[in-house]
T-cell receptor, first 118, second 114 residues
Framework: GAGVSQTPSNKVTEKGKYVELRCDPI?????LYWYRQSLGQGPEFLIY????????DSGLPNDRFFAVRPEGSVSTLKIQRTERGDSAVYLC????????????????FGPGTRLTVL | AQKITQTQPGMFVQEKEAVTLDCTYD???????LFWYKQPSSGEMIFLIY??????QNATEGRYSLNFQKARKSANLVISASQLGDSAMYFC???????????FGTGTRLQVTL
């Protein structure tokens, strides 16, 4: 079946602009995660959805970042007033159920959106 | 807070040889899970192997095995019979306590040579 898809694959924008990044999770997966991967680093958690609600948004760096998942499937990460420091690959992952701690619950990752802020 | 440390920024291994990628972790939770992901140049994160904190046996998945030493808080990945296609970034990650998010290390770039 289809994996996690993300659009666009690349996004170039100017400082101060608004951007939206889209994630289509695997069909039926209730849990959805956003991560940000800066150059030379591992992915860093941004936000996690269980269904339509954000269950954990502790990784969002500031109030310029916002994410929605209105119907419990597709999610959009929104960044206002972009800054050069926002340049990174934004990864989306989904899993069939959230899983915590010890539970074996694999997160399936999409190919990412490379955001470049000029 | 959870922390993953990968101290090897880069590793080389000859084709058909085994290689160990190091990972140490820090958490105050008793229940946690450890994951290894592979990230080829295409950018997609590919799940390799999982170890739960209460698992008594080391996890194995084909050519991948996880050397889990709980007292040392280490979860090293062993790749046997390396192949050219194994060249990629490898990330160790952890999920602990009631959290659902993964915490990743900085990764190790593995290069398999002829």
């Amino acid at each position: 079946g289809a994996g996690v898809s993300q659009t666009p694959s690349n996004k170039v924008t100017e400082k101060g602009k608004y951007v939206e990044l889209r994630c289509d999770p695997i069909s039926g997966h209730t849990a959805l995660y956003w991560y940000r991967q800066s150059l030379g680093q591992g992915p860093e958690f941004l936000i996690y959805f269980q269904g339509t609600g954000a269950a954990d948004d502790s990784g969002l760096p500031n109030d310029r970042f916002f994410a929605v998942r209105p119907e419990g499937s597709v999610s959009t990460l929104k960044i206002q007033r972009t800054e050069r420091g926002d340049s990174a690959v934004y990864l989306c992952a989904s899993s069939s159920r959230p899983g915590t701690g010890i539970s074996y619950n694999e997160q399936f990752f999409g190919p990412g959106t490379r955001l470049t802020v000029l | 807070a959870q922390k993953i440390t990968q101290t090897q920024p880069g590793m080389f291994v000859q084709e058909k040889e085994a290689v160990t990628l190091d990972c140490t972790y820090d958490t105050s939770d008793q229940s946690y899970g450890l994951f290894w992901y592979k990230q080829p140049s295409s950018g997609e994160m590919i799940f390799l192997i999982y170890q739960g904190s209460y698992d008594e046996q080391n996890a194995t998945e084909g050519r991948y095995s996880l050397n889990f030493q709980k007292a040392r808080k280490s979860a090293n990945l062993v790749i046997s019979a390396s192949q050219l296609g194994d060249s990629a970034m490898y990330f160790c990650a952890m999920r602990s306590g009631t959290a659902s998010k993964l915490t990743f290390g900085t990764g190790t770039r593995l290069q398999v040579t002829l």
